[in-house]
């Protein structure tokens, strides 16, 4: 019974460049939420999607972040042209379709920029 | 600000002991709360949760309280274990946000001595 699965597990990138990060959900679950955690920090929402669908994107910021969820395969989290301060972990969560449903984590990206 | 926060940011227990750890929240309109642990490098995990109609809830050795009135949540840990060891976040799902998207406190470690 795979949870839900990210990869990859680290990843470091030079300013300037894109980093994409991926996230399959669990087997059943039609929602996926993506987070970020800075270090010895709880974690912040970034983006609700469904198939096909961004449901909430209000804690995106509002350049170089993007986030999709394609009718098929994993959902990906895409950075442009990061920076320092995207150095984080970036966490992934899916849940089942209903509403409340717990969410369930992935072990997350580690992403380095130098 | 957080809406979401946490009165001792470390607690140190005996094994065998039972485990209280605490957060405040400070949103009237959030209807659902959970808590979730995390390990060191390793997404959180979903412990327990609890909607706004109830006061408390049992799992496995854990215990939720919630209080309404003073706007509290703990969590009670029994017989606490050296796998008990890590970072519990409580969050938040304010009545009308969207599913998923949950505010975290910064956490609590929890050290279990042997």
């Known amino acids: 019974n795979a949870g839900v699965m990210q990869n990859p597990r680290h990843l470091v990138r030079r300013r300037g460049q894109e980093a994409r990060l991926r996230c399959s959900p669990m087997k059943g679950h039609s929602h996926v939420y993506w987070y970020r955690q800075l270090p010895e920090e709880g974690l912040k929402f970034m983006v609700y999607l469904q198939k096909e669908n961004i449901i909430d994107e209000s804690g995106m910021p509002k350049e170089r972040f993007s986030a999709e969820f394609p009718k098929e395969g994993p959902s990906i989290l895409r950075i442009q042209q990061v920076v320092r301060g995207d150095s984080a972990a970036y966490f992934c969560?899916?849940?089942?379709?209903?509403?409340?449903?717990?969410?369930?984590f992935g072990n997350g990206t580690r992403l380095t920029v130098t | 600000g957080e809406s979401v926060g946490l009165h001792l940011p470390t607690l140190s227990v005996q094994e065998g002991d039972n485990s209280i750890i605490n957060c405040a929240y400070s949103n009237s309109a959030s209807d659902y709360f959970i808590w979730y642990k995390q390990e060191s490098g390793k997404g959180p995990q979903f412990i327990i949760d609890i909607r706004s109609n109830m006061d408390k809830r049992q799992g496995q050795r854990v215990t939720v309280l919630l209080n309404k009135t003073v706007k509290h949540l703990s969590l009670q840990i029994a017989a606490t274990q050296p796998g008990d060891s890590a970072v519990y976040f409580c969050a938040e799902n304010i009545l009308g946000g969207s599913q998923g998207n949950l505010i975290f406190g910064k956490g609590t470690k929890l050290s279990v001595k042997p």
């Open positions: 969560a899916s849940s089942r379709n209903k509403v409340n449903s717990p969410l369930h």
